[in-house]
């Protein structure tokens, strides 16, 4: 197999305003660093780095879009979100090319809002089966994206779940910041942060705060984001008697969150559905910093019970309550859960080590299409019409 391979990454352009958005700039970089050929479609923003030479070997530092992405020959092809136009793009290009199709799925909120509901439903319906029968592998980005994919159609055995990467050199323990100076955080912050909105259980731990650490003047509990709950759980701390021990930190910028992370006593994730994303846990760990997350699907696996934090019952006050007792009673316990978080997200959550398993994902694709096209060069009996044709009709359908 070739040293060097020549990637075609397709976009939705959506894609990279979600979680699943720093995928796409990250593993192409790397996937250069690597010494490989990457040439990107659909990115509006410009924030995916690409190769500038293009397939003849001038300098073309523009994308090649539409005929001219066939041009660059792929050896691989990578779509983002199965149920966008980029996933048809991608099938499109891989049937037309013979390269592979490899799909990364970040997994759909269940509360998404109603136009997204309706355009995964619109996508499902015009190509999502000729995608399905296009795709060589799926790399499922959670445990919930892994589940939908099976869902819709894709054989177990092609569904890779790989968790996004974290930078432990930006993510790291002792750092500083500004925030806690800014609103008087005390020895000890329990830290909160996301859309305080419905279904993400911070009435359950403003519950649990106020059962155990709440009436301590050396412990704070820190809600950082904006939402539609905000005004009632401000108005519930002060029936709960303390609203001063709770601190409203607002949205926090990027650059402003390592520091957030490392200066917090724990981050608390009490997500009652799978509607919260994993990534502010691992920037977590990667800061030493111990972790409570709620049970739910899409969390599974990412915090190790009594080893790196605790797992906690979603939505369960009391279990809420003994997680944050047993948490605030052992400070050697909560040493020990930081160092360990800190370890695991050095060894097996950096984003080279993400890349590593990707490059080999495509590595495998690229070997397994060559070998299918060695037997397809033997006589062969029987394969008139069939599948093949029924694909060339969805695909003039779809365009």
């Not at 990250?26 to 479609?41: I, K, W």
């Not at 136009?85 to 799925?105: I, S």
């Not at 159609?153 to 925030?179: M, N, Q, T």
């Not at 002060?238 to 969150?257: C, D, K």
Request: proline share 5%.
């Amino acid at each position: 197999m070739k040293s060097s391979l020549r990637i075609a990454i397709v976009l939705n352009p959506f894609a990279l305003r979600r979680t699943g958005g720093l995928h796409a700039p990250v593993m192409a970089s790397e996937l250069l660093g690597r010494g490989h050929r990457v040439r990107v479609v659909g990115d509006l923003a410009g924030a995916v780095p690409q190769s500038s030479v293009s397939a003849a070997g001038e300098g073309d530092p523009a994308p090649l879009e539409g005929a001219g992405l066939a041009a660059f020959e792929p050896d691989v092809i990578v779509a983002y979100d199965g149920r966008s136009p980029a996933a048809l793009r991608g099938a499109r290009l891989a049937r037309r090319t013979g390269a592979p199709l490899v799909l990364v799925e970040e997994g759909f909120s269940p509360n998404g809002k109603p136009i997204e509901r309706i355009l995964r439903g619109f996508g499902t319906r015009a190509w999502g089966s000729l995608v399905q029968r296009t795709t060589a592998r799926v790399v499922a980005l959670d445990p919930v994206a892994a589940a939908q994919s099976e869902r819709r159609g894709f054989e177990k055995a092609r569904i890779v779940e790989l968790a996004a990467g974290v930078d432990v050199s930006a993510y790291r323990p002792g750092l500083a910041s500004e925030r806690r100076v800014r609103h008087r955080l005390p020895e000890h912050v329990l830290l909160a942060i996301g859309r305080m909105e419905p279904g993400r259980g911070i009435e359950v731990l403003v519950e649990a705060f106020a059962r155990t650490v709440g009436q301590r003047g050396d412990w704070a509990l820190a809600l950082a984001g904006e939402g539609s709950l905000r005004a009632a759980l401000r108005a519930h701390c002060e029936r709960l008697g303390v609203s001063a021990r709770a601190r409203w930190i607002g949205p926090v910028a990027e650059e402003e969150l390592p520091g957030l992370l490392g200066t917090a006593t724990a981050l608390l994730v009490p997500a009652l559905d799978d509607d919260v994303a994993s990534q502010k846990i691992r920037r977590a760990m990667a800061c030493g910093t111990p972790v409570l997350a709620s049970n739910v699907d899409r969390l599974r696996g990412t915090v190790e019970h009594d080893v790196t934090g605790l797992v906690v019952r979603a939505g369960d006050r009391d279990a809420w309550v003994e997680a944050i007792s047993r948490l605030a009673s052992d400070p050697a316990r909560r040493a020990r859960w930081g160092q360990a978080a800190r370890e695991r997200a050095v060894e097996g959550m950096t984003w080279p080590h993400v890349a590593s398993r990707f490059e080999e994902i495509l590595r495998s694709v690229v070997g397994e299409s060559e070998e299918d096209r060695i037997r397809a060069r033997e006589p062969r009996a029987g394969l008139e019409g069939g599948e093949g044709d029924q694909d060339g009709e969805q695909l003039r359908s779809a365009s």
